[in-house]
């Protein structure tokens, strides 16, 4: 039978939420992305070579995948192994968990962006969401800026803070560290460029695999969050849900972001500029295009909203199971 671990999962969260991952620890230490990524970045250099060919190339991205994945299962089971020996281990295995999840951090960084338009104005706000997002800034005003932000409000719930807690829910500390190697590796290879387009297919593909079940349950949340505030609220993010979700080009990044959209009565999504690429999107919800900073804090107490029921939802769990 399925082992579930809501215990494990409230406390991470909590845990997350109280102190983040220290300043000071990463100075020390780094962070274990920064460490997953290192061993993504060797695997590229050494297997991913110009000269090979599309299918070569493809064939070793699906070796170094299967490396990355036995080397961070394997690391994660062995240390999930030795927590479990200890007397409390499972609070140890509980914080170490916690360094996955992005809570804090998340609303720091989108907080930042509306705090950069209070003491600095448009060039405050492109600045600080240049931080958390991958588009062109110059290319932004003002509304773009904030839909910008709270679009990586959106999809990051999903993809670094509700699909973790999914798959650490399923498979504790060793389902977790898998998630996050699947979902580092297709940030850094798997995009459709001449040097990772056949190297990161087999990161990118079940990157999207991965991400299924988080980004509908995240969209569950917005809209149950959404709820709690105002019953119109919760009815735009359904209905946006539901007639947008699926025309994202993306199989899973429409389903946070036509929620929020909806929820705060905006439209998401739509054309945009990374680097000197611009990028033909469809338009998620069907409200303002004019967001404002004031929509970016709307946002965000959506989003601790969201996070609360996330949490209680861990703890309901624990209690009946």
Not at 191 to 201: K, L
Not at 207 to 221: F, Q
Request: some cysteine; proline content about 4%.
């Amino acid at each position: 039978m399925l082992a579930f671990h809501p215990f494990l999962l409230a406390a991470a969260l909590v845990v997350e939420a109280a102190v983040g991952f220290p300043d000071a620890l990463y100075a020390r230490i780094r962070h274990p992305v920064v460490w997953i990524g290192a061993l993504i970045t060797h695997l590229d250099h050494a297997l991913n070579q110009e000269r090979d060919s599309f299918d070569r190339r493809k064939a070793f991205g699906v070796l170094a995948l299967l490396v990355l994945l036995l080397t961070v299962g394997g690391v994660a089971v062995a240390v999930a192994w030795l927590c479990r020996l200890l007397p409390f281990g499972w609070l140890l295995e509980a914080v170490l968990a916690s360094t996955l999840l992005a809570q804090r951090s998340l609303h720091e960084h989108v907080a930042a962006v509306a705090e950069g338009f209070r003491k600095g104005g448009l060039a405050g706000g492109r600045d600080a969401v240049s931080r958390v997002v991958g588009r062109n800034p110059a290319s932004l005003d003002e509304p773009a800026v904030c839909r910008a932000a709270i679009e990586s409000l959106a999809e990051n719930f999903s993809d670094g803070i509700v699909a973790p807690a999914f798959w650490l829910l399923v498979g504790g500390l060793p389902g977790i560290a898998l998630y996050k190697a699947i979902n580092t590796a297709d940030s850094m290879i798997g995009h459709r460029t001449p040097r990772h387009e056949a190297f990161g297919w087999a990161a990118a593909r079940l990157d999207d695999l991965v991400n299924l079940p988080g980004s509908r349950l995240t969209a569950l949340l917005l809209v149950a969050a959404a709820r709690s505030q105002n019953a119109d609220a919760a009815s735009r993010a359904w209905q946006a849900v539901r007639r947008d979700a699926c025309r994202h080009r993306s199989p899973n990044a429409g389903w946070p972001e036509a929620a929020m959209a909806g929820a705060l009565d905006l439209r998401l999504g739509g054309p945009r500029v990374y680097g000197s690429t611009r990028i033909e999107d469809v338009w998620l919800g069907g409200g303002r295009t004019a967001a404002t900073p004031a929509d970016i804090d709307a946002g965000l107490r959506l989003y601790r909203l969201a996070c609360v029921l996330l949490g209680g939802g861990a703890l309901v769990l624990a209690v009946l199971g």
